[in-house]
């Protein structure tokens, strides 16, 4: 939902440097980082690991280590120390792909909000 709302008329007003801008778009990160954390952490907890810390095998505290990799693959594409298995590949991939596209959709909308 709040991402679909960046595309919707008159939804970011004002300056274009403001408070409200920089507290909507962390509001659209963090919602993506707690949703893909959240599929990442029930993936494990029904049985069907999907990711893996690199340096002990199993993730002794999975619901830190699928936070962790969903703020890491949206923010930077992961560091390399934890590893996305089978079906959490594509995830991984889907929810890096929003990472790169959420800043230029939001500069897009305040330019276009700007114009008017």
Partial sequence: MSIRTLFVPNTIKGKLVSVDNFFYLGTCYLTVIIGFGLIYLLFSLVGTPVVMEANDGHGKNLFETSF??????????GNGDVIPLGIGRFIAVTEALIGYTLPAAFVARVMINREK
Avoid at 68 to 77: D, G, N, W
């Fill in 68 to 77: 962790y990799f969903s703020a890491m693959m949206l923010f930077s594409v």
